[in-house]
C-alpha cells in the first residue's frame, strides 16, 4: 500500500485500486431466534439490568447510611424474583416453540434416509401402476380368452 503524505490517504497497490470496506457482511452462523423467544430475551435483559441498577443503587445507599437503604434492599429482593422468573419464561417460550413448530426429534440423516425410502416407494408404486392397469384392461374380468 502507498501512502499518499499530502492528503494522508492510503491507496491500494494491487491491480485494481479497491476500497476497503468499513463493513463486511458475514454469513450468519446460527439460526435467527423465533420473534416469542427474541421478545422474551430482551424483556428478560431489561429486567436484570434494572436488577442490578437497582442492587447498585441499594448498596450504595446502604454504604451512605441513607432512610432509602432499607426499602431498596427490600424491592432488590423482589426485582431479583421478577428477573429469574423473566429468564425462566425465555426458556419455556424457547421450549413452548420448539415442540409447536416442528423441531425433528431424530438426528437429520436419519430423516433423510427415512424420506429418500419413502420417495423410492412412491416412485415404484407409480411406476407398477400403469401396468396393473393394462393388466386389468387386457383381461377385462375374464380368466381366459379361450
Known amino acids: 500500500m502507498d501512502r499518499d503524505e499530502r492528503r494522508g490517504v492510503v491507496r491500494a497497490t494491487s491491480h485494481a485500486d479497491v476500497p ?3 463493513w463486511v457482511e458475514e454469513p450468519a452462523v446460527s439460526r435467527r431466534m423465533a420473534d ?11 429486567i436484570a ?4 441498577i437497582q442492587g447498585m443503587v441499594a448498596f450504595l445507599c446502604t454504604l451512605t447510611g441513607s432512610w432509602l437503604a432499607f426499602p431498596m434492599v427490600l424491592s432488590s ?6 428477573a429469574t422468573w423473566a429468564v425462566l419464561d425465555v426458556w419455556v417460550t424457547r421450549q413452548v416453540w420448539n415442540q409447536r413448530n416442528g423441531v425433528v426429534s431424530i438426528p437429520s440423516s436419519t430423516a433423510r434416509q427415512l424420506r429418500r425410502e419413502r420417495r423410492t416407494a412412491r416412485r ?3 411406476a407398477d401402476a400403469p401396468q396393473a392397469e393394462r393388466i386389468r384392461r387386457s383381461g377385462s374380468g375374464r380368466l381366459s380368452r379361450a
Open 20 to 22: 476497503r470496506q468499513l
Open 36 to 46: 416469542p423467544v427474541r421478545t422474551a430475551a430482551v424483556r428478560a435483559v431489561i
Open 49 to 52: 439490568s434494572l436488577t442490578m
Open 77 to 82: 429482593v423482589g426485582s431479583t424474583v421478577v
Open 124 to 126: 415404484m408404486a407409480r
